[in-house]
Nanobody, 129 residues
């Protein structure tokens, strides 16, 4: 059973950088889809947005709103998923969640929320001008 625990959130000024970490344990080495979702202030849980995903082949996908600014990576030796956030904007303010799903054809940021059966507790990122 996958367990996910995020860290690294905080306050950052617009244009700055932040790195989120997710300690991921229990996921199958035979195939997985790991990623980051976010929920902006005032948005409902059902409106959570996929930010970036990575699959067991190392393929990465990003939401258009973060492409070129955010980088997702996985350190298998440390069982840790990262999200490097550069040139952050006010609209990046949100609660960020680490997510996990079995390997499959729906490893996309636009996949239904229910595809990701494991969610962490979230870590807050606040961007100020």
């Amino acid at each position: 059973q996958e367990q996910l625990a995020e860290s690294g959130g905080g306050s950052v000024q617009a244009g700055g950088s932040l790195r989120l970490s997710c300690a991921a344990s229990g996921y199958s080495d035979s195939g997985y889809c790991l990623g980051w979702f976010r929920q902006a202030p005032g948005k409902e849980r059902t409106e959570r947005e996929g930010v970036a995903v990575i699959d067991s082949d190392g393929s990465t996908k990003y939401a258009s709103s973060v492409k070129g600014r955010f980088t997702i990576s996985l350190d298998n030796a440390k069982n840790t998923l990262y999200l490097q956030m550069n040139n952050v904007k006010n609209e990046d303010t949100a609660m960020y969640y680490c997510v996990a799903a079995p390997a499959g054809p729906y490893c996309y940021t636009s996949a239904p929320l229910g595809y990701f059966r494991r969610w962490g507790q979230g870590t807050q990122v606040t961007v100020s001008s």
